[in-house]
């Protein structure tokens, strides 16, 4: 864990002066253009996902023919997604009424393909405990990405600079990772016996990455389409500072805790219990900070873009309550997918969709504000949907539940009240000073710390263990332990 949140921590900070930087050197307009793109990316992707990243940390036994199997359908599936996305890329500069949109979707069209091996080859990794090297990987790529963009922006590349900074991040992950599977002895190969036990499961994981996505992409090409390319522009600068946020805390959270959860079960801890156990994991650490976000989102938002960002402020405050919902309904993709009920789960996100959708014409007629809070909606729908949906599978437990989201919610109270208190009494100011924001976050994580030491929290327990396992020796990378990471 501490290898994963310091790298994380690492690829924040470049990630941060990346994003600073060109806050400064795009406009709202060239940021929506290349997220319109993006979202497209992500749709046509999602296309021909076969979760094979999923299927390595799920399965008991790991044999060479089934690695092999994984990284050949990723491969494939990855180039057949990069001919698709560029074959639809005219599709999206007609939906967008920006023909330069067209090739910018060229441009980004060569990612799938560079993604595949990547996303096995950290499966893998985090199925051993490796986090140190996914560390140092993430942090490198993000080095890359926000050096090619800066220069780019710089050169006067305009939209094309975001894009050729994504493409870059894909190279250099693709070479790396190649290099480390050829070392492992993994080939592209597919045998009859095991395309026979995986096609099932790559059907059921392709449909339930393309409602997944559908719901994540679609507010993005509404408001691209129905509003203007600035709008999405400014909505996509808040959903890059939340993304930060979950990059920086989720990400490596689920790195850690998702393989730790399947190995629990697989020794015969109960489902119930391992799916508590990351539920906790995650409010824990991303309640308190989306709450503190929320409050001073303003001056957090001029702090780090610039007065011509100060609309993405309010956007952001709402994409915390999302986030907030989302993390609620952790555990729930992951008990279904380890009770093999993925079809089930298609079922939950098909009727998402549906209601995402209805939300969103119903709420164009009010505006581009009434849009956005639609998905505060469809995100509590979706935690009510999932929770039930445990219980439907026996993974529910209503005591455990209330307690986890009453304890996690004092917490974030504790952590948020400070700043809430503070830009009370300074009449919500747009912006801070230095000492504004160290008095804020300073009380803030006070308050949170001694109210987790009240509760006697686990992760009280956890962290100086950790650090005194660190300090011993302990916890060897690929120990196949991922607790001891």
Not at 44 to 72: C, D
Not at 122 to 133: D, I, K, L, M, Y
Not at 345 to 364: C, K, M, P, Q, Y
Not at 460 to 466: E, G, N
Request: glycine share 10%; charged share 15%.
């Amino acid at each position: 864990m501490a290898w994963s949140l310091g790298g994380q921590g690492a690829t924040l900070a470049f990630t941060m002066i990346g994003t600073v930087a060109l806050a400064r050197l795009l406009t709202p307009i060239e940021t929506g253009a290349f997220a319109f793109s993006i979202a497209m990316y992500a749709l046509v992707q999602s296309l021909l996902q076969f979760g094979m990243a999923n299927y390595i940390l799920r399965t008991p036994e790991l044999t060479p023919k089934r690695a092999n199997a994984a990284m050949t359908l990723a491969i494939l599936q990855g180039l057949a997604a990069s001919l698709l996305m560029a074959v639809t890329a005219p599709v999206a500069g007609a939906l967008s009424r920006q023909d330069h949109i067209t090739e910018i979707s060229l441009l980004v069209a060569l990612a799938p393909m560079l993604s595949g091996p990547e996303a096995v080859c950290e499966a893998f990794w985090a199925r051993e405990g490796q986090f140190r090297t996914i560390a140092v990987l993430n942090t490198l790529k993000a080095l890359v990405q926000s050096g090619v963009s800066i220069l780019t922006a710089i050169w006067g590349w305009g939209a094309f600079a975001l894009a050729a900074g994504f493409v870059a991040n894909g190279l250099f992950s693709f070479v790396w990772c190649v290099v480390a599977l050829l070392a492992r002895g993994i080939r592209l190969h597919l045998d009859r016996e095991e395309w026979q036990l995986l096609k099932g499961y790559s059907a059921n994981s392709m449909l339930l990455t393309i409602t997944v996505t559908l719901n994540m992409r679609i507010a993005d090409l509404f408001i691209g389409r129905i509003f203007t390319l600035g709008a999405l522009g400014q909505y996509s600068r808040a959903n890059g500072t939340i993304d930060m946020l979950r990059k920086t805390i989720s990400y490596p959270t689920a790195r850690v805790f998702v393989p730790r959860m399947m190995n629990a079960v697989h020794e015969g801890l109960p489902l119930t219990h391992s799916i508590s156990d990351l539920r906790r994991a995650f409010l824990f650490i991303l309640w308190p900070a989306l709450a503190g976000l929320a409050v001073i989102a303003h001056p957090v938002t001029r702090l780090l873009y610039g007065p011509q960002w100060d609309f993405s402020a309010d956007i952001l405050v709402i994409l915390c309550l999302v986030v907030g919902f989302d993390t609620a309904r952790a555990g729930g993709m992951e008990g279904l997918l380890y009770a093999d009920r993925l079809r089930f789960n298609n079922g939950i996100e098909f009727v998402r969709l549906i209601v995402n959708v209805a939300l969103l014409f119903a709420a164009l007629p009010f505006g581009l504000m009434a849009v956005l809070w639609t998905r505060v909606i469809e995100a509590a729908l979706a935690f009510a949907f999932y929770l039930a949906a445990l219980h439907r599978i026996g993974a529910g437990d209503v005591r455990r539940e209330l307690r986890d989201f009453a304890e996690h919610g004092f917490l974030a109270l504790l952590a948020a009240g400070p700043a809430w208190i503070f830009m009370s009494w300074r009449g919500w100011p747009g912006s801070l000073s230095f000492w504004g924001f160290a008095t804020v976050i300073s009380l803030g994580a006070l308050a949170f710390l001694v109210g987790a030491l009240l509760l006697r929290h686990s992760a009280v327990a956890f962290i100086p263990a950790l650090l005194g396992a660190r300090a011993g020796g302990g916890g060897k990378e690929g120990d196949g332990h991922p607790g001891r990471a």
